[in-house]
């Protein structure tokens, strides 16, 4: 039994939220051992787990981390790629470490230009034939979509050494071998550094905290199998030489359930659910449609995320009036078992290995085959209320994080801890449910929406990540609009237990101290980011 955790009540005199104990269920955690990093205890919820804490001062340590690898071959220039190996390279340099970082794609493939643009050549060996890097490569960083990974992962175990280490930073690949009940080469060890964040967000934060011991995206890791003891030590290099913060332990299946499964909640598809159906219901209710944007995605995107990162949810709750408290309290209460409901349902279906074959098929159908045409992505951003959107954020003063409007922020936050509950039910660590719910979302992810829209911030992600929020964000915005909604408008009576529980949680305490870990500099996103896909480098709003 977990000791007594902290958690909140309601103080009838001064209407703020007072701490009271209560018992809780501790989560599941990992310890791990290093030989090369100090390894620190948190308590989180009254919860004990272990992180490593990042810096630039730490670079000097990187050969030892590293020791016996000469090349680490990063497979891929998508979303990870470039800020991946662009950190490592910069980091390494910094510990005058000769260990080469090279890119490996294949021929013929538009990213080398790319490539060369951020330095890596073939003059220099820096730059290569995908499986002529694998080759070649003690440490291979699998960085290619999960879906080609799914397609080339046989030809990639091939062309490795034995005793190398392959990396990736995600888990999908083990849920598509578990699917079809297969699994890893016992002749490699293999290790994943997940950046809690997209790769421009990883590269952003690390340049932005070059002057202040470093900033970047916190990451989890996993050791997944480790043959000659090095695993656990070249993990937490990777992660620290990425500029992560902190670097918390998980596991490969955990991790991808989490990831997958967060990408299509709060972190993605269910914002953009949320806001389209708020905007609809603000407008036909006789609200501007510039105010309708100012109360959905710039109140969620700027003054929202603000304040949950640096103070977190009952800061938000508590800095409304009482009309502002009943106005959330409506909002929460009517939202979320909705969001719960979705929640669930894509957290099973990413479990049991459904969601990973969507994704598989989905990248199949990129192109012509059986006589049917390609079907590519297509665009998100081409609505009304994104087109709006742009003539708000021409006419936005610098700095200005928008309005807080109490409906949004009580559909937002009752999403939000409708995500963490689902999660904490399935096992997850504290460190993976607030990162994957809290930290990655205000943090990372929406400043890339508040500073150009919603397929800036979804489609800067992984090919995964994005067919998933283009999936699941209808989903959300029709329970939303057919429960939540309905049920104001029918006039639900506020569930008292719901908000009673929400001030109550042991959650706010472990994010409370998770803010302390959080990112040195705020990301800074300016609308004319060079830092972005290349598709997405444009000067607009």
Not at 465 to 494: C, E, H, M
């Amino acid at each position: 039994m977990a000791a007594a955790a902290t958690s909140y009540s309601i103080s009838p005199s001064s209407k703020t939220l007072k701490p009271t104990p209560t018992a809780i269920k501790a989560p599941i955690s990992l310890d791990f051992e290093t030989s090369v990093f100090n390894k620190e205890k948190v308590t989180l919820s009254g919860h004990d787990e272990y992180i490593v804490k990042g810096g630039r001062d730490l670079f000097k340590l990187l050969p030892d981390a590293f020791k016996g690898i000469k090349q680490i071959g990063v497979i891929g220039w998508g979303s990870q790629g470039p800020a991946q190996a662009q950190n490592l390279r910069d980091s390494l340099a910094e510990a005058k470490s000769d260990i080469v970082v090279k890119i490996g794609l294949r021929k013929g493939s538009r990213s080398f230009a790319e490539a060369r643009e951020a330095g890596f050549t073939e003059e220099n060996g820096t730059l290569g034939d995908l499986f002529e890097t694998i080759s070649g490569s003690d440490l291979v960083l699998l960085l290619i979509s999960d879906a080609a990974q799914a397609d080339n992962y046989e030809e990639v175990f091939s062309y490795m050494k034995p005793n190398s280490i392959l990396g990736l930073s995600h888990g999908f690949l083990l849920g598509h071998l578990q699917s079809t009940g297969l699994d890893f080469p016992k002749n490699i060890s293999v290790i994943a550094v997940c950046p809690k964040g997209m790769g421009p967000s990883v590269r952003r934060l690390y340049v932005q905290g070059k002057e202040i011991n470093g900033a970047g995206i916190n990451a989890s890791f996993a050791v997944h199998q480790d043959i000659d003891g090095r695993a656990t030590d070249v993990a937490l290099g990777w992660s620290v030489a990425l500029g992560s913060p902190f670097t918390f332990a998980t596991t490969l299946e955990q991790e991808y359930r989490s990831d997958i499964f967060g990408e299509r909640g709060i972190l993605l598809g269910a914002v953009h659910g949320i806001v389209e159906s708020l905007f609809r219901r603000y407008t036909e209710n006789g609200m501007s449609e510039e105010l309708a944007y100012k109360n959905t995605v710039e109140c969620i995107t700027g003054n929202i995320s603000r304040t949950i990162s640096t103070k977190g949810m009952l800061a938000l709750y508590n800095s409304l009036d009482a009309d502002g408290k009943k106005e959330f309290a409506t909002a929460y209460t009517a939202s979320y078992y909705p969001c719960m409901e979705i929640l669930y349902e894509c957290y099973e279906d990413v479990a049991t290995g459904s969601e990973i074959r969507s994704v598989v098929l989905a990248g199949r159908r990129f192109s012509e085959k059986e006589g049917l045409p390609a079907f590519p992505m297509g665009k998100i951003d081409q609505t009304r209320m994104w087109k709006v959107g742009e003539r708000v954020r021409a006419a936005r003063q610098f700095g200005d994080l928008g309005p807080l409007y109490p409906f949004t922020a009580g559909v937002y936050v009752a999403l939000m801890m409708a995500q963490i509950e689902v999660l904490r039910k399935k096992g997850h660590s504290y460190s993976e449910i607030i990162n994957e719910s809290v930290i990655e979302s205000v943090d990372s992810l929406n400043p890339f929406m508040h500073a150009r829209g919603v397929s800036f911030m979804v489609d800067n992600c992984s090919t995964t990540a994005r067919l998933g929020s283009r999936k699941w964000a209808p989903r959300f915005d029709y329970n939303l609009t057919q429960q939540a909604l309905v049920a104001v408008d029918n006039n639900l009576p506020i569930d008292i237990d719901l908000i009673t529980n929400f001030v109550r949680d042991p959650v706010h305490e472990a994010i409370e101290v998770c803010a302390r870990l959080r990112p040195t500099v705020d990301i800074s996103v300016p609308p004319d980011a060079d830092f972005v896909r290349p598709e997405l480098r444009q000067t607009c709003n």
